[in-house]
């Protein structure tokens, strides 16, 4: 075993030096970790190493003695100062909290953690190399599987994927206790690009085929890896200024700094990808354009959910009112909190976000660091039902976001202006179970209600963009709008395939590379035969 642990101490302080001297301050805040101090965890994780040293050297312990091990816990930045602060919320693991964690796992031979991962990936096998200290081994056997490690470790739902199945958890009756597998994937795809360690996937020697991929997000960058691989031609179109889809435009810095997602694109431009922003399939020129006048072989649909659903109340029109994709598409893509930004951001002393899921989070969350003195959140059913994933809802609760359960929106009030004044809800009460298994809505009769506030944020989830079914002859859509594909991905159109949130609605950033990859794998086929 490599003994990286002596100088973790060390090469821990600078990493964390590191991430606060990255971290843009937009309030002006110094940043000081009184909150959850990385030394602290550190010193208990040594100080447990040191306990347990020579099981773990010579990888000896018994499965008590591993569900014995404490769970580490993830560091965060105090909840005061991040609030205003677009650096990331969580600070990540040391290499001895990566080590101890890694000892939890039992390497169960049934891995059930593999089969509840949609992309499969090898999970005791690469926390069996982290936990001896062999950090490269173990990102190298995640990217067998998946192209995205370190963002995955970040916004993954492991929850309800891997975590949830998790022997451990299990065994300690809390799947809060289960192995950490999202930390450790994060620490150890971290640990791999802070030393300028990613090694580029080979690529086999040209085909001359070429493929036309629609939308830069997880999906269409995992199809252009996996198609670039086999030695064919791969264009990437993108409708913005920057690649990344969703993880660039819609999850926020405090959540997923960019400069990773752009590291991850770096990778695939060294692979040879190539990539046209500012680019929009069905208007600056179509699907069938491609593939007839400029010579594509074959397409993928990668185009994503983008369109807003709304609540179609009164009041939506008026000034102040945003739908969270909008909202923060402005703060991620444009940057509009900095000063003379081209789209600057709406001063808003009240925000008040409409919704329960992750993106009311985000929004509620981005709109304390543009600002807003009080943000509020209103959701027609309780904190058990909320969709959203617990840690997020923690997070924005310590960072000060204020839930108002059982409310609902009937109408927003604005001034003589057009401006946003007030929103008045009505009160709920809980039901029955819907189809959904959770307690329904039901309204409470007389008891609408006002509520000052300068901003309203609709975080109701996102619709399919028509655009390239209006546009694309032959494409066939399900009565939501979403493209149909069959389990490969084939679309209705010869040579096109679909992937991701415009074939699933809106899912995750795993979902959306598992679709990819399966149809790459067909596609690569398809290719090979003409
Ligand atoms: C605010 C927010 C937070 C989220 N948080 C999480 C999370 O924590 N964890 C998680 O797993 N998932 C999360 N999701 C969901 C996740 O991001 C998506 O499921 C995932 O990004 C879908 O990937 P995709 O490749 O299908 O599409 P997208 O990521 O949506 O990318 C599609 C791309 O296609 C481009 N495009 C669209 N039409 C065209 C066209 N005609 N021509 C050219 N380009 C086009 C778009 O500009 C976009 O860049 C979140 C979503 C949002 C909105
Ligand atoms: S289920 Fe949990 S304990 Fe078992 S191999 Fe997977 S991560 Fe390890």
């Not at 929009?280 to 990668?302: C, M, N, S, Y």
């Not at 739908?323 to 789209?343: D, G, I, P, Q, V």
Request: aromatic share 6%; charged share 25%.
């Amino acid at each position: 075993m490599k003994d990286t642990r002596k100088k973790s101490a060390d090469s821990d302080a600078s990493q964390v030096a590191d991430s606060v001297a990255n971290c843009g301050a937009v309030s002006g805040a110094n940043y000081t970790d009184n909150y959850t101090n990385i030394d602290a965890f550190e010193k208990k994780a040594l100080d447990f190493i040191a306990s347990v040293d020579d099981a773990i050297q010579n990888q000896s312990f018994s499965p008590k003695e591993r569900l014995a091990i404490p769970l580490q816990e993830m560091p965060t930045r105090n909840p005061l100062e991040r609030s205003r602060q677009m650096c990331e919320v969580a600070i990540g693991f040391t290499e001895s909290m990566a080590i101890l964690e890694a000892n939890r796992c039992l390497q169960c031979k049934n891995q059930p953690c593999v089969a509840a991962c949609p992309v499969h990936v090898p999970i005791p096998q690469f926390i069996a190399k982290t936990a001896q200290g062999a950090f490269k081994e173990a990102v190298d056997i995640i990217k067998t599987t998946n192209l995205l490690p370190a963002v995955c470790g970040r916004v993954c739902p492991q929850e309800l994927q891997c975590q949830s199945v998790c022997t451990v958890g299990k065994s300690l009756k809390d799947i809060d206790k289960a192995v950490g597998i999202g930390r450790l994937e994060r620490f150890v795809a971290d640990w791999e690009r802070e030393r300028n360690l990613i090694t580029i996937p080979e690529v086999k020697p040209e085909t001359g085929k070429k493929v036309a991929v629609v939308g830069s997000g997880p999906a269409g960058l995992t199809l252009a890896a996996d198609v670039r691989r086999e030695g064919h031609s791969v264009t990437i179109f993108e409708a913005f200024h920057k690649m990344g889809g969703v993880m660039v435009y819609g999850i926020p810095e405090f959540r997923l700094p960019k400069a990773i997602v752009a590291k991850e694109i770096e990778m695939l431009k060294e692979m040879g990808v190539q990539f046209r922003t500012n680019y929009l399939v069905g208007r600056t020129g179509t699907l069938g354009q491609l593939l007839k006048e400029e010579g594509f072989d074959a397409a993928f649909i990668g185009s994503g959910a983008g369109l807003p659903k709304f609540l179609n109340i009164p009041g939506e029109n008026l000034i102040g009112v945003f739908s969270a994709n909008e909202y923060l598409t402005r703060a991620n893509l444009m940057k509009a909190y900095k000063e003379f930004a081209a789209t600057p951001f709406y001063q808003a002393g009240h925000v008040l976000v409409v919704g329960g899921g992750n993106v009311a989070m985000d929004a509620a969350r981005m709109a304390l660091r543009l600002g807003a003195k009080k943000v509020s959140l209103v959701y027609r059913r309780t904190r058990d039902e909320m969709p959203a994933r617990k840690e997020e809802v923690d997070h924005a609760e310590e960072e000060g976001v204020i839930f108002r359960f059982l409310e609902n929106p009937i109408r927003i009030l604005g001034d003589e202006e057009g401006r946003v004044v007030s929103i008045e809800v009505l009160s709920y009460e809980l039901g029955e179970a819907d189809e959904s298994g959770r307690r329904s809505p039901v309204p409470i009769e007389d008891s609408e209600h006002l509520i000052d506030c300068d901003a309203v944020i609709i975080a109701l989830g996102n619709n399919s963009n028509p655009l390239m079914a209006q546009t694309t002859p032959g494409l066939d859509v399900d009565l939501r709008g979403q493209i149909i594909a069959d389990a490969e991905g084939k679309t209705s159109l010869p040579a096109v395939w679909a992937g991701g949130d415009i074939v699933l609605g809106a899912a995750t950033v795993i979902l959306a590379m598992g679709e990819g990859r399966k149809a790459a794998a067909s596609m690569n086929t398809y290719l090979a035969s003409i």
